[in-house]
């Protein structure tokens, strides 16, 4: 079977649901079948596998109690760890810190969630375009 799209563009992972409603059994092969870059489909890829396990995860956490909004936000923090390696911001590590317990139970608790997030480095201060000289 062979899909194609419509428009000249990079597809988008929703337009790559759209031609391939199977998105869970999809991989870089087939991306790289419709025409992606392979930049692209690894980042596809990173997007469909973090959106698979955050839902996951969010069910597990709004099953156990958790407000719907705040299962959403640290089911897609945690997911970001576990794909990415991405550390959540402060203010979602406070909210990590408001259900550790729950996290805990769920299994879902690593304890990088609460390092802190890397800073950007600091830039030299932006040099003056004249002098003066008094």
């Known amino acids: 079977m062979t899909y194609t799209t419509t428009s000249e563009k990079t597809p988008t992972p929703s337009t790559v649901q759209n031609l391939h409603p199977d998105s869970a059994k999809l991989d870089c092969k087939a991306l790289l ?3 992606v870059s392979p930049d692209d489909a690894r ?3 990173e997007i469909l596998e973090i959106s698979n396990l955050a839902k996951q995860y969010r069910h597990q956490l709004y099953r156990q109690g958790v407000v719907k909004e705040d299962a959403r936000r640290l089911a897609k923090a945690i997911a ?3 794909v990415v390696g991405k ?3 402060p203010p ?3 909210l990590i810190r408001h259900y550790c317990s729950t996290i805990c139970r769920l299994g879902l608790w690593r304890s990088q969630l609460l390092l802190p997030a890397p800073t950007a480095p600091e830039q030299p201060p932006a040099y003056r375009r004249y002098s003066y000289n008094f």
Request: aromatic share 14%; glycine share 6%; charged share 5%.
């Open 92 to 94: 979602y590590q406070n």
């Open 33 to 35: 079948a419709l025409g």
């Open 87 to 89: 550390i959540p911001t």
């Open 43 to 45: 980042m596809i890829m």
């Open 80 to 82: 970001q760890y576990d």
